[in-house]
């Protein structure tokens, strides 16, 4: 049985940082592409970041590119989100995900696997 659990969320201010972990277990953790997304509150989930299984090469949505940085540790199963220079839009529930099929997906409809989530709220 495929778990992930994310850790790492909180409360913060605009201009700070945290970082996210999600551990992994139940799946070949080093051949699937892991995503990162998020749910502001009312709002539909939206795509973060993702990062190749193989590669790990990256990808990002605009409005965290530059200041989120996405990176796995295969022999640890773990993937990890650094957010720096939080702002108040970032505030929502971050989910990881996974995906054996899809290397560099940005759609949901492509993870076959989630995380229950982890609420970041930045403050201004």
């Known amino acids: 049985q495929v778990h992930l659990v994310e850790s790492g969320g909180g409360l913060v201010q605009a201009g700070g940082s945290l970082r996210l972990s999600c551990a992994a277990s139940g799946l070949a953790f080093r051949t699937n592409g892991m995503a990162w997304f998020r749910q502001p509150p009312g709002k539909e989930r939206e795509f973060v970041a993702v990062?190749?299984?193989?590669?790990?090469?990256?990808y990002y949505a605009a409005s965290v590119k530059g200041r989120f940085a996405i990176s796995r540790d295969n022999a640890r199963n773990l993937l990890f989100l650094q957010m720096n220079n939080l702002k108040p839009e970032d505030t929502a529930v971050y989910y990881c995900?996974?995906?054996?099929?899809?290397?560099?997906?940005?759609?949901?409809?492509?993870?076959?696997?989630w995380g229950q989530g982890t609420q970041v709220t930045v403050s201004s």
């Open positions: 995900a996974a995906s054996p099929t899809y290397t560099l997906s940005t759609n949901s409809r492509n993870y076959n696997y």
């Open positions: 990062i190749g299984g193989s590669d790990s090469s990256t």
